[in-house]
Structure formats: C-alpha cells, structure tokens
C-alpha cells in the first residue's frame, strides 16, 4: 500500500476510527490525516510507535557520540581499562 493510499481527511477518521485501530496493525505503516486539504496529524499502531521511538534514542545517542568525539570529550578503550583495574587493585 502506498502512502498516498494512507491519506484521509479528517471526516473519514470520525466514521471509520473503529476500522481504522484494528487495521494499523496490519498495514505496518502510519496514516496521513488531513483537514482542510492539509496534512494535520499521523495515525500509527503502538508497535510501529514504539519501534520509531526507540530508532530516535539511538539516533540520539549516536548524535551526542559524534559530538563528545568532535569535542575531544573521549579516552581509549585501553585508558579506560587501565583506570578501572588501578582502582580494583588494593593500594
């Protein structure tokens, strides 16, 4: 199904929210909901919701990653290493 299948105006959201929630699941994918002729809201099933929320984490996480590199704010695996076993030994 394409996406431009999967956009509806606002109306057939009133008429059809029951078909609509049971059919999300299936389809995999969000639907376009309009008002007006424009795009005003998306509609998705909790699992795509979901799987989207933690793709932007990771998204984020590899973000903040590549600026603490661009910034110097890293140390070699080995440093790291090194540090925490000078800790566990007794002084």
Same mark, same amino acid.
């Given at each position: 199904?394409?996406?431009? $299948?999967?956009?509806?105006?606002?109306?057939?959201?009133? %008429?059809? +929210?029951?078909?609509?929630?049971?059919? =999300?699941?299936?389809? &995999?994918?969000?639907?376009?909901?309009?008002?007006?002729?424009?795009?005003?809201?998306?509609?998705? $099933?909790?699992?795509?919701?979901?799987?989207?929320?933690? %793709?932007? +984490?990771?998204?984020?996480?590899?973000? =903040?990653?590549?600026? &603490?590199?661009?910034?110097?704010?890293?140390?070699?695996?080995?440093?790291?290493?090194?540090?925490?076993?000078?800790?566990?030994?007794?002084?």
């Amino acid at each position: 199904m394409t996406l431009a $299948d999967q956009i509806k105006p606002i109306s057939y959201l009133k %008429t059809h +929210a029951s078909e609509i929630v049971r059919n =999300l699941a299936k389809q &995999q994918g969000p639907m376009i909901i309009t008002q007006n002729g424009e795009a005003k809201a998306v509609v998705q $099933d909790i699992a795509s919701y979901e799987k989207t929320q933690e %793709t932007m +984490a990771l998204l984020k996480i590899l973000s =903040l990653g590549a600026r &603490q590199i661009e910034e110097g704010k890293v140390q070699s695996a080995a440093d790291v290493i090194d540090r925490l076993r000078n800790r566990r030994e007794p002084g």
